[in-house]
């Protein structure tokens, strides 16, 4: 074998490989363990509202750990995004020393229960606001659909100039409304049928309760061919 040139060659070139890639190898691991590029800087690229530098630098504090080829991105992301206020971030590396975050911040739709609050995105998360809010109320996992539901339930009742103040998922999956003026309504099970039938309540609104000129409390929308009404100082009142 070792007098033929052909297998010397390819053996030669072999070795070559071998040296070259553990080189390379050790060269790597010195680069990334080197004293030399250190991340000097930590910039956001986009306009925070809710949450301030402060509050990322404690939350990177300790993460960014080794030089710019070291550092892990991923690690200093997922300390990011644990911020109440901080939906998505992403992390990239800019030469020589530089650290670029870019986030998207929650944009609060209601509250949730008493602890928490529900973005756009029917997502809920813990940031505090003090602004008004719609409330929502629903077992854990429906946070989507109860937002989806409130956009419906609210463009079903714009005709009537009201709002939606509050939105409850009952544990047996009954949907009930709070509009602004403090009208209840009863909606029952099936959002779709709920939707429904809010939409045929509005559309006679103005030929039934809007000619009672008196405070509504309640209404109760599951019967199959009208609704029923109580009145703060009277029994009730039915409409079909």
Do not use: C
Request: proline letters at 4%.
């Amino acid at each position: 074998m070792w007098d033929n040139p052909r297998v010397l060659n390819i053996a030669a070139g072999a070795l070559v490989g071998v040296a070259a890639f553990l080189f390379a190898a050790a060269a790597a691991w010195m680069l990334v363990r080197s004293a030399l590029f250190p991340v000097r800087e930590l910039s956001v690229a986009t306009a925070l509202e809710r949450t301030t530098r402060e509050d990322i630098e404690g939350a990177v504090h300790g993460r960014i750990r080794g030089n710019f080829f070291a550092v892990s991105g991923d690690e200093v992301r997922a300390a990011i995004e644990k911020l109440p206020w901080v939906r998505r971030a992403s992390v990239r590396r800019v030469w020589p020393d530089r650290l670029e975050v870019i986030i998207e911040e929650h944009i609060a739709l209601a509250r949730w229960g008493d602890d928490a609050l529900v973005n756009t995105h029917g997502e809920r998360f813990f940031g505090t606001s003090d602004a008004v809010l719609p409330l929502f109320v629903g077992p854990a996992g429906t946070e989507f659909e109860v937002t989806f539901r409130h956009a419906r339930f609210s463009e079903a009742v714009a005709p009537l100039g009201a709002q939606v103040e509050r939105v409850v998922l009952t544990p047996r999956l009954a949907w009930q409304l709070r509009l602004s003026g403090g009208l209840d309504v009863m909606l029952g099970r099936d959002g779709e049928l709920a939707e429904a039938r809010l939409r045929r309540f509005v559309a006679v609104y103005h030929l039934t309760l809007g000619t009672i000129d008196r405070k509504h409390e309640y209404v109760d929308l599951r019967y199959p061919n009208g609704f029923a009404l109580r009145i703060p100082g009277l029994q009730g009142v039915k409409g079909g």
